[in-house]
């Protein structure tokens, strides 16, 4: 086993990469085992399954709509521009700014 802390950034990126790619794969074997496991005891009872991969979905609705507009006083509240503006972002307006003072610069 290599001592972590004798390694260099470069060799420990390595590493962490390696890491994590080795990880994802084991972690896709399993995913892949237990489904077929659920399938077969399904199948032992005369039923079928059909087992949604969120990771997979196309579905618009699923997919994180970026923010449009960001709070000043606090970066981590943002709004898409849909819906109802939030209260941080009328109480600002009422105070004579504009929403535009507040888009997020992509």
């Known amino acids: 086993m ?3 802390h004798e390694l260099s950034v470069e060799e420990l990126q390595k590493l962490l990469a ?12 399993k995913k892949k085992e237990v489904i077929a496991q659920i399938k077969e005891l399904a199948a032992s ?8 991969d969120s990771s997979k979905a196309s579905d618009k609705r699923l997919q ?4 449009k507009y960001r709070n000043p006083h606090n970066h981590l ?26 888009l997020i610069n992509n």
């Open 18 to 29: 390696e890491a994590q790619l080795t990880l994802e794969v084991k972690r896709q074997g």
């Open 77 to 102: 509240q943002t709004w898409t521009g849909r819906g109802l503006s939030p209260k941080w972002l009328r109480e600002l307006i009422e105070a004579g700014h504009s929403k535009d003072e507040f």
């Open 45 to 52: 009872i005369g039923v079928t399954v059909e087992i949604y």
């Open 64 to 67: 994180l709509i970026q923010g």
């Open 2 to 4: 290599t001592n972590i």
